[in-house]
């Protein structure tokens, strides 16, 4: 079986490209990858979180000059990183612009040399559904975070290892890899 859409086909194409050539921060996504590569390819809608309990979500990890910004989810009551289900027809890495913007209330941009997925995380999702999480290094400004209506009230900077400290266990390996890159984007 493969993806309907040509398009759904394309982004699904570079992204196994991109984890079948990426070294795994920890075995958590060693493990990911590998699921990556055997469940999604073979999705008829990948990206449509009604078509099938296995889909692909896009995230970000949202550093800046004061470390990293995570909102404590208003559903799990965990401290993860921003992201969500990805529209019809957007590109992941959109997906993740749009979910940080509308769940901190920040202005977040990707890197100046264009979107940089750096982790992946499989993990269950609500209702029995399993996510594949797809995250990208976003940047952020000095602002404060400003959560929108209808979204967790709970959103801060935290400091590297304050966000070691509360973040999910499935969180870490991507501020491991967030923050590293982030030191060649610092002003």
Request: proline fraction near 7%.
């Amino acid at each position: 079986m493969s993806v309907a859409s040509p398009r759904d086909a394309e982004v699904i194409d570079a992204l196994c490209a991109h984890f079948r050539a990426a070294t795994p921060i920890d075995e958590r996504e060693r493990e990911s990858i590998d699921e990556f590569l055997s469940v999604v390819p073979r999705l008829q809608a990948p990206f449509n979180e009604h078509a099938d309990i296995r889909h692909v979500t896009a995230s970000a990890l949202v550093v800046g000059r004061r470390g990293v910004v995570l909102h404590l989810h208003k559903r799990v009551g965990l401290w993860l990183q921003p992201g969500g289900h990805i529209d019809d027809g957007e590109h992941p890495a959109d997906a993740a612009v749009r979910e940080s913007r509308e769940e901190l209330g920040m202005s977040v941009t990707h890197p100046s040399d264009g979107p940089l997925l750096i982790h992946l995380d499989v993990h269950p999702g609500p209702r029995g559904h399993r996510h594949f999480d797809v995250r990208y290094l976003l940047l952020a400004g000095d602002e404060d975070p400003q959560p929108g209506e209808g979204e967790s009230p709970h959103a801060r900077w935290f400091t590297p290892e304050e966000a070691y400290d509360v973040a999910d266990a499935g969180v870490r390996g991507g501020l491991t890899v967030a923050l590293r890159t982030y030191v060649r984007y610092r002003e």
